[in-house]
């Protein structure tokens, strides 16, 4: 199977301006979270879809959305940058199921934020 | 808030040596610990996981201890070898609402392992 993939890889953007990251997740998952990782705050949840629907959603201001499509893929939405968004952008996928499933991280998105 | 502390920040160990990484949460409502192993420009991956029924899991050289008591747990890597140096991540989560989980994750070590 193939793993998770995110694109683009890196990134480069300027204050003010917005983002859309892409994360496929293996295929049969249908549990898509993303976190973000930066070296002051370590990894921390953004949120998660499952079947098109925000399930769970971390403590991130409302500049960070996302959505998750029919084919489970999902992408991530950043408006309005900041100096502090830059960061590497992660995805995981599960297989959603009930109880506890492991998370398969994908290499993630590195975004600079000018 | 952080809910998840890790310790040691970083780490060096000789080859064959024994790698401990240690871990505290303050959320009673925690009752899955991943710890995550993360190479440079690749995402975590699952090392190994434990539920707080047990006290011990161990899958190869990988051992984690939980002390639901204390409300810490480790990671021991025996025999440790270099192509074992990477970051380390505990984690913890609980189940929400809804279904699902979120990942709590530690601030992570870095562990060296030299020849």
């Known amino acids: 199977k193939a793993g998770v993939t995110q694109t683009p890889r890196y990134l480069i953007k300027t204050r003010g301006q917005q983002v859309t990251l892409s994360c496929s997740p293996i295929s049969g998952h249908r549990s898509v979270s993303w976190y973000q990782q930066t070296p002051g705050q370590g990894l921390q949840f953004l949120f998660e879809y499952f079947s098109e629907t925000q399930r769970n959603k971390g403590n991130f201001p409302g500049r960070f959305s996302g959505r998750q499509f029919s084919n489970s893929r999902s992408e991530m939405n950043v408006s309005t940058l900041e100096l502090g968004d830059s960061a590497l952008y992660l995805c995981a996928s599960s297989p959603g199921l009930a109880g506890y499933n492991e998370q398969f991280f994908g290499p993630g998105t590195r975004l600079t934020v000018l | 808030q952080q809910q998840v502390k890790q310790s040691p920040q970083s780490l060096i160990v000789q080859k064959g040596g024994i790698s401990i990484i240690n871990c505290a949460y303050e959320?009673?409502?925690?009752?899955?610990f991943p710890w995550y192993q993360q190479f440079p420009g690749k995402g975590p991956a699952l090392l190994i996981a434990i539920r707080p029924d047990v006290s011990e899991k161990k899958e190869g050289r990988f051992t984690i201890s939980f002390n639901k008591s204390a409300k810490q747990f480790s990671l021991h890597i025996m025999d440790s070898q270099p192509g074992d140096s990477a970051t380390y991540f505990c984690?913890?989560?609980?189940?929400?609402?809804?279904?699902?989980?979120?990942?709590?994750f530690g601030t992570g070590t870095q562990l060296k392992v030299e020849l």
């Open positions: 959320n009673t409502a925690f009752d899955y």
């Open positions: 984690a913890a989560s609980s189940r929400v609402t809804g279904g699902g989980n979120k990942l709590t």
